[in-house]
């Protein structure tokens, strides 16, 4: 996903300290840089060349099959407007090896100084296949050496490398001189993951090994601090050849300047995996393999392949591969559901009705999840104060009647896992059965219920006071697990009060207050990461006065939000986050503009913005009108991509179409489906056997309806 780039360029900093002249800059002030998401992330749809996935006791890493080009980046790219290498930082890897030869010797990474020509780099791999290392100098050298060698003199900068016994930092001091520091005693190719955590400073260097205690050299010298990085190359998992590739898995590898990374993952509860930033690509796998069973699985087996008809993905599949001939795709079981890993390319032909389903009352969202299990299963907002809300089971004929719920005025569901657990929470409006709604008395709640296998039905779990919730957003951060709720109003008039993030506390099994964050009339949020960054976008709706306030993103920094950047919205009620190749987008979605006592205005500009690298902020990037928006929803179909708007008001109907758009490139989106609705109130975009469906929800009519998309 090559959004990491734009993100690094977007949270480096761009600060910048002089060194001994006006010219040298030295790359100081940056945040943790993912090397590994960085190179494997630039394109989602497929693994990038020279690299394969393999799983070694219920845990992935990856595998270098060769020492390609996909695998080496300019540092220019990460190392921001900055010519000299940080003075101070750490390197955090996670990896697993076999044993290997003693004499030999892998790199990790390394940080090369521009080719010129000499041979043996990857455009003349074909002649150097034999993977032989360098021999080992004996355990007579001292820990910290100076070493020339015509392999790597005038063409290293910076590397990670090891044999069987040692780690080894190199750099490149004074004269040109290629000097290492050994770590001896890490007996890293052991066939088990270990994390590591190399760290820099001004008179010390230490190797922490799974959160053990740390080796520490003491070097004659201290590390460069002129180190100079113009027109270098990062090359993963190689220094750009045959010789010397790594042949072990690589899971984790963090560039931390600056600081002591050791902190940040240490003490751990699973040192072996201690984690800093792993690739998206890596996570959420079986972890039988490490529990109740220390043999792990050999790397070199890979996932077997099931191929035949429809096969249902259930907790016993999970991490296996799964070939359609029908659906002419490769698919993989996460334990609940098959997620695509190749597929022959579908294109949308027309959208058509499939289910006109009728609801107890009008409908303020709907919330499409799956249950292990269960299958896909709805979640309504039902308007009404006595009938209550409902969750609908799909079947082949469309929804059904699952489970009621006594609800009060139902503004929104949302579905979030906790591990193996299902959870749904639901807000209420208008307050509880023996205590009417009071707006003055802040009387109303949020209800979180829990699915309960043995009942096969969801209970009630936990209830949390809101103030006119608008919307929840659950998210993870570090293996945490976090609610925010969208506190909308409190009494009549008040709009600008705190919204709420909750975290779940593991001793009291429950969900506590975290932090609070100011907002004005909120209405949605939305959570999203972009390498390992992670965000929270709130759409602020109006202040008491008018429409036109800003909506905040929020960037999390230090286990907690910090304002990252403010843009004006005009009765912001949605937004929605999406990418398109290395591109990242963020829409909102107006309702209208209001001020004082003048009259709306309902057909107004809903807004994409795009995050820009050089600017280092989301910039506009299309306007496109609607009429009281109140959701947008991103689906891809094979390469096409599409955003669908709940057209709700336009100042005289609520019968008006909702627009289906489509992803043009350069022309942006261009409305292709034109969607009849009456006060639409949500989209929402779910896949069943092969097949893709949107079902809206209608907040001025007591029915939702399903359209099945028509692909070829």
Same mark, same amino acid.
Not at 66 to 89: A, G, I, R, Y
Not at 191 to 202: A, E, F, K
Not at 443 to 453: E, G, H, L, P, Q
Not at 516 to 529: H, I, K, Q, R, V
């Given at each position: 996903?090559?959004?990491?780039?734009?993100?690094?360029?977007?949270?480096?900093?761009?600060?910048?300290?002089?060194?001994?002249?006006?010219?040298?800059?030295? /790359?100081?002030?940056?945040?943790?840089?993912?090397?590994? $998401?960085?190179?494997?992330?630039?394109?989602?749809?497929?693994?990038?060349?020279?690299?394969?996935?393999?799983?070694?006791?219920?845990?992935?890493?990856?595998?270098?099959? $060769?020492?390609?080009?996909?695998?080496?980046?300019?540092?220019?790219?990460?190392?921001?407007?900055?010519?000299?290498?940080?003075?101070?930082?750490?390197?955090?890897?996670?990896?697993?090896?076999?044993?290997?030869?003693?004499?030999?010797?892998?790199?990790?990474?390394?940080?090369?100084?521009?080719?010129?020509?000499?041979?043996?780099?990857?455009?003349?791999?074909?002649?150097?296949?034999?993977?032989?290392?360098?021999?080992? !100098?004996?355990?007579?050298?001292?820990?910290?050496?100076?070493?020339?060698?015509?392999?790597? &003199?005038?063409?290293?900068? =910076?590397? =990670?490398?090891?044999?069987?016994? /040692?780690?080894?930092?190199?750099?490149?001091?004074?004269?040109?001189?290629?000097?290492?520091?050994?770590?001896?005693?890490?007996?890293?190719?052991?066939?088990?993951?270990?994390?590591?955590?190399?760290?820099?400073?001004?008179?010390?260097?230490?190797?922490?090994?799974?959160?053990?205690?740390?080796?520490?050299?003491?070097?004659?010298?201290?590390?460069?601090?002129?180190?100079?990085? !113009?027109?270098?190359?990062? &090359?993963?998992?190689?220094?750009?050849?045959?010789?010397?590739?790594?042949?072990?898995?690589?899971?984790?590898?963090?560039?931390?300047?600056?600081?002591?990374?050791?902190?940040?993952?240490?003490?751990?509860?699973?040192?072996?995996?201690?984690?800093?930033?792993?690739?998206?690509?890596? =996570?959420?796998?079986?972890?039988?393999?490490?529990?109740?069973?220390?043999?792990?699985? $050999?790397?070199?087996?890979?996932?077997?392949?099931?191929?035949?008809?429809?096969?249902?993905?259930?907790?016993?599949? !999970?991490?296996?591969?799964?070939?359609?001939?029908?659906?002419?795709?490769?698919?993989?079981?996460?334990?609940?559901?098959?997620?695509?890993?190749?597929?022959?390319?579908?294109?949308?032909?027309?959208?058509?009705? &499939?289910?006109?389903?009728?609801?107890?009352?009008?409908?303020?969202?709907?919330?499409?999840?799956?249950?292990?299990?269960?299958?896909?299963?709805?979640?309504?907002?039902?308007?009404?104060?006595?009938?209550?809300?409902?969750? @609908?089971?799909?079947?082949?004929?469309?929804?059904?009647?699952?489970?009621?719920?006594?609800? &009060?005025?139902?503004?929104?569901?949302?579905?979030?896992?906790?591990?193996?657990?299902?959870?749904?929470? #639901?807000?209420?409006?208008?307050?509880?059965?023996?205590?009417?709604?009071?707006?003055?008395?802040?009387?109303?709640?949020?209800?979180?219920?829990?699915?309960?296998?043995?009942?096969?039905?969801?209970?009630?779990?936990?209830?949390?006071?809101?103030?006119?919730?608008?919307?929840?957003?659950?998210?993870?951060?570090?293996?945490?697990?976090?609610?925010?709720?969208?506190?909308?109003?409190?009494?009549?008039?008040?709009?600008?009060?705190?919204?709420?993030?909750?975290?779940?506390?593991?001793?009291?099994?429950?969900?506590?207050?975290? !932090?609070?964050?100011?907002?004005?009339?909120?209405?949605?949020?939305?959570?999203?990461?972009?390498?390992?960054?992670?965000?929270?976008?709130?759409?602020?709706?109006?202040?008491?006065?008018?429409?036109?306030?800003?909506?905040?993103?929020?960037?999390?920094?230090?286990?907690?939000?910090?304002?990252? +950047?403010?843009?004006?919205?005009?009765?912001?009620?949605?937004?929605?986050?999406? +990418?398109?190749?290395?591109?990242?987008?963020?829409?909102?979605?107006?309702?209208?503009?209001?001020?004082?006592?003048?009259?709306?205005?309902?057909?107004?500009?809903?807004?994409?913005?795009?995050?820009?690298?050089?600017? +280092?902020?989301?910039?506009?990037? +299309?306007?496109?009108?609607?009429?009281?928006?109140?959701?947008?929803?991103?689906?891809?179909?094979?390469?096409?991509?599409?955003?669908?708007?709940?057209?709700?008001?336009?100042?005289?109907?609520?019968?008006?179409?909702?627009?289906? @758009?489509?992803?043009?490139?350069?022309?942006?989106?261009?409305? #292709?489906?034109? =969607?009849?609705?009456?006060?639409?109130?949500?989209?929402?975009?779910? $896949?069943?056997?092969?097949?893709?469906?949107?079902?809206?929800?209608?907040?001025?009519?007591?029915?939702?309806?399903?359209?099945?998309?028509?692909?070829?």
């Amino acid at each position: 996903m090559s959004s990491l780039i734009l993100m690094q360029l977007l949270l480096l900093g761009l600060r910048v300290i002089d060194a001994t002249t006006d010219t040298w800059r030295h /790359c100081t002030d940056l945040l943790p840089l993912d090397l590994l $998401s960085f190179v494997l992330e630039r394109d989602t749809s497929k693994l990038v060349p020279g690299v394969q996935m393999r799983q070694a006791g219920g845990v992935r890493g990856v595998h270098f099959s $060769s020492p390609h080009t996909s695998m080496s980046f300019p540092s220019s790219q990460l190392l921001v407007n900055c010519d000299l290498f940080p003075k101070e930082f750490s390197i955090v890897v996670t990896l697993k090896v076999a044993n290997i030869a003693p004499k030999r010797n892998e790199y990790i990474f390394s940080l090369m100084e521009p080719k010129t020509g000499e041979k043996g780099d990857i455009l003349d791999s074909n002649k150097n296949r034999g993977i032989s290392g360098e021999e080992d !100098q004996g355990e007579e050298r001292k820990k910290e050496r100076r070493v020339k060698s015509n392999d790597e &003199h005038g063409r290293i900068i =910076l590397g =990670l490398r090891f044999s069987g016994k /040692c780690l080894h930092f190199l750099f490149k001091g004074h004269g040109g001189v290629v000097e290492h520091w050994v770590f001896r005693g890490a007996r890293l190719a052991d066939n088990q993951w270990h994390t590591l955590v190399l760290t820099v400073g001004g008179q010390h260097v230490r190797l922490t090994v799974d959160c053990n205690s740390p080796l520490e050299i003491i070097p004659s010298r201290p590390f460069p601090s002129d180190l100079n990085i !113009q027109g270098s190359r990062f &090359h993963i998992g190689s220094r750009g050849r045959w010789k010397g590739l790594f042949s072990g898995l690589l899971r984790q590898l963090v560039l931390v300047p600056g600081s002591d990374a050791t902190n940040q993952i240490c003490p751990s509860s699973d040192p072996q995996l201690a984690t800093l930033s792993v690739p998206p690509l890596l =996570l959420d796998l079986p972890v039988s393999g490490r529990e109740g069973d220390s043999r792990l699985t $050999s790397h070199e087996t890979e996932e077997r392949v099931s191929v035949g008809l429809e096969r249902t993905c259930s907790e016993l599949l !999970q991490g296996q591969l799964w070939f359609s001939p029908l659906r002419k795709g490769l698919y993989l079981c996460d334990g609940t559901v098959w997620i695509t890993v190749l597929e022959d390319h579908k294109r949308l032909d027309y959208v058509m009705e &499939h289910q006109v389903l009728t609801t107890s009352s009008e409908t303020h969202d709907v919330e499409v999840f799956q249950v292990p299990g269960m299958g896909v299963m709805a979640a309504m907002a039902h308007r009404s104060k006595t009938s209550g809300s409902a969750v @609908y089971l799909w079947t082949q004929s469309g929804f059904k009647l699952y489970q009621n719920f006594t609800t &009060h005025e139902a503004l929104v569901w949302r579905h979030f896992n906790m591990g193996k657990k299902v959870f749904l929470v #639901v807000s209420n409006s208008g307050g509880g059965p023996n205590n009417h709604f009071n707006k003055e008395l802040e009387t109303d709640f949020s209800v979180i219920y829990k699915w309960s296998k043995r009942r096969k039905k969801f209970v009630q779990f936990q209830s949390l006071q809101t103030h006119c919730a608008r919307d929840w957003e659950a998210f993870t951060i570090n293996r945490q697990t976090y609610l925010a709720v969208a506190n909308h109003r409190q009494g009549n008039n008040n709009h600008t009060i705190n919204s709420v993030i909750y975290k779940w506390n593991r001793s009291t099994k429950s969900f506590e207050v975290h !932090q609070m964050l100011p907002t004005s009339g909120a209405y949605d949020w939305e959570f999203f990461t972009v390498g390992p960054y992670h965000f929270l976008v709130v759409a602020n709706a109006f202040d008491g006065v008018t429409t036109s306030v800003d909506s905040v993103i929020y960037v999390w920094v230090n286990g907690g939000f910090q304002v990252f +950047q403010t843009i004006k919205t005009f009765c912001a009620t949605d937004w929605e986050m999406f +990418q398109i190749g290395s591109r990242v987008f963020l829409v909102v979605a107006n309702g209208h503009r209001l001020h004082g006592n003048g009259p709306s205005r309902y057909a107004i500009n809903s807004t994409i913005y795009e995050l820009d690298m050089n600017g +280092q902020l989301f910039v506009r990037f +299309q306007d496109i009108i609607t009429y009281s928006a109140v959701d947008w929803e991103f689906f891809s179909l094979g390469e096409e991509h599409f955003l669908v708007v709940a057209n709700s008001f336009n100042g005289e109907s609520y019968s008006l179409n909702s627009i289906l @758009y489509r992803w043009r490139g350069y022309e942006g989106f261009v409305p #292709v489906h034109w =969607l009849p609705t009456i006060g639409c109130s949500d989209w929402e975009f779910f $896949s069943f056997k092969g097949e893709s469906y949107l079902i809206y929800s209608s907040a001025k009519a007591p029915l939702s309806k399903v359209f099945k998309l028509k692909t070829y």
